[in-house]
């Protein structure tokens, strides 16, 4: 299972979300629009994937947020 998390600086669910990930363990690429990554390059991922972080993407398809990071590993 490939789990890119796209994150913004900063921001409290982003940090809860890797938070969550190290915790259990769970192997992830983090792209952190500003530094590297655009919001551009977020949309080319997948158009129907929503703005708001953080963005979890599962083999290269857009599932969720926050809540489904926390329901990917309990």
Same mark, same amino acid.
């Given at each position: 299972?490939?789990?890119? !998390? ?6 409290? @669910? ?22 590297? @990554? ?12 929503? !703005? ?13 947020? !926050?809540?489904?990071?926390?329901? !990917?590993?309990?």
């Amino acid at each position: 299972m490939n789990i890119v !998390l796209w994150t913004r600086e900063g921001d409290a @669910y982003c940090r809860e979300a890797i938070l969550h990930l190290n915790r259990t363990n769970t192997p992830f690429v983090e792209k952190c629009i500003g530094q590297g @990554y655009t919001v551009d390059q977020l949309v080319a991922a997948d158009p129907n994937a929503t !703005l708001e972080m953080p963005a979890l993407f599962i083999d290269g398809k857009y599932v969720g947020g !926050l809540r489904e990071v926390h329901g !990917l590993i309990r």
